[in-house]
């Protein structure tokens, strides 16, 4: 239903879209990539500080 939403223009004109600027896009890219970079610090934290792994490396 989101994608009929973004594509349809008819439909897309009474939810009053419009596209996003190249500095909009950054904006949203960078935001949507801190969560990721936070968790792996975090692991990388768990690991160093507790002796954890938290996930091993598999011997090939």
Known sequence: MQITVVVVPQIAEVFKLVPLSSTQW???????????????L???????KFGKTIYQKVAR
Do not use: D, G, N, R
């Open 26 to 40: 950054i904006y949203t890219i960078a935001i949507s990539i801190i969560p990721l970079v936070i968790m792996e």
């Open 42 to 48: 975090q692991k990388k934290f768990e690991e160093v």
